[in-house]
């Protein structure tokens, strides 16, 4: 567990330690989750919602000057694993967009375009968005998928085939998990 004072240098050191701690406890929900096929705590993502909206109608979009790096790269994931609420994830992208030059990951943003358009029934632009089919990682659909590389290159992302092979290294399918 990281306990990492934030530098005192940011607007909003308390709502950044309190993003640490809802991210604590997401990660937490979700390790569990992984590791008992029949838990899911949906009321965890609902609260870290609700308390992301409080923080984002209070202080706009949490940015690296506000909360610092990891506490903006926090606020993402929270929205990210906001699927209940697909339209404020949609409002979180576009304050994502908004925000200067440096003030939000470039890669959160991708992560979150593709999560909404997925939510949206719509092709994803960067493939960041997996599903799970014959013990193997595959990309929900991508738009224009000759252009992916590409699109990922211009932000800086590394090729899909690597995304697909860290997918497979970093979420390894228990073959021999008991039926």
Same mark, same amino acid.
């Given at each position: 567990m990281n306990t990492e004072v934030p530098p005192e240098n940011i607007s909003h050191p308390q709502i950044a330690a309190e993003l640490h701690r809802m991210v604590e406890v997401d990660q937490a929900m979700r390790v569990q989750a992984n590791n008992d096929d029949d838990f899911w705590d949906d009321t965890v993502d609902v609260e870290n919602t609700e308390r992301m909206k409080e923080i984002v109608a209070e202080i706009g979009w949490p940015t690296v000057l506000k909360v610092g790096e990891e506490g903006a790269h926090h606020a993402w994931l929270l929205v990210q694993h906001a699927d209940l609420d697909v339209a404020f994830q949609e409002e979180c992208l576009a304050?994502?967009?908004?925000? &200067?030059? &440096?003030?939000? !990951?470039?890669?959160?943003?991708?992560?979150?375009?593709?999560?909404?358009?997925? #939510?949206?029934?719509? +092709? =994803?632009?960067? &493939?960041? =968005?997996?599903?799970?089919? #014959? #013990?193997?990682?595959?990309?929900?659909? $991508?738009?224009?998928?000759? =252009?992916? #590389?590409?699109?990922?290159?211009? $932000? +800086?992302? +590394?090729?899909? !085939?690597?995304? $697909?092979?860290?997918?497979?290294?970093?979420?390894?399918?228990?073959?021999h998990k008991e039926e």
């Open positions: 304050l994502m967009k908004e925000a &200067g030059e &440096g003030e939000v !990951s470039v890669t959160d943003i991708a992560y979150l375009e593709d999560r909404v358009r997925v #939510n949206q029934g719509k +092709g =994803q632009l960067y &493939g960041t =968005q997996f599903t799970q089919e #014959n #013990n193997q990682h595959i990309p929900r659909p $991508i738009e224009d998928e000759e =252009q992916v #590389n590409e699109r990922r290159a211009a $932000i +800086g992302m +590394g090729p899909l !085939s690597e995304q $697909i092979a860290l997918m497979n290294e970093k979420y390894p399918f228990d073959t």
